[in-house]
């Protein structure tokens, strides 16, 4: 992806209308099929975490982290029951 080429304008109005932006570009979407199988098996395989458990980044250099947790608000404090899953590589 060449980030030269982005239309920095471009991507300040679709942020400031939507919140958001899709960026479509071969390269990455090359890539994203054996990244899903990837992490797809990450989710298979790895050890899930308390949130109780304490972590420490330099861990991830040996496996990577993964916990849930079971949110009540959401970003802006309204309350809202969620299962929150957080994934470290």
């Given at each position: 992806m060449d980030l030269a080429v982005l239309d920095l304008e471009r991507v300040d109005r679709e942020l400031d209308h939507s919140g958001y932006m899709i960026i479509r570009d071969p390269d990455i979407s090359a890539v994203c099929p054996s990244a899903r199988t990837e992490y797809e098996q990450f989710l298979l395989t790895s050890v899930v975490h308390a949130p109780r458990h304490s972590f420490d980044f330099r861990a991830l250099a040996q496996h990577p982290w993964r916990k849930l947790a079971i949110g009540s608000r959401i970003g802006l404090g309204h309350p809202y029951a969620q299962n929150l899953q957080?994934?470290?590589?």
């Open positions: 957080s994934t470290l590589l």
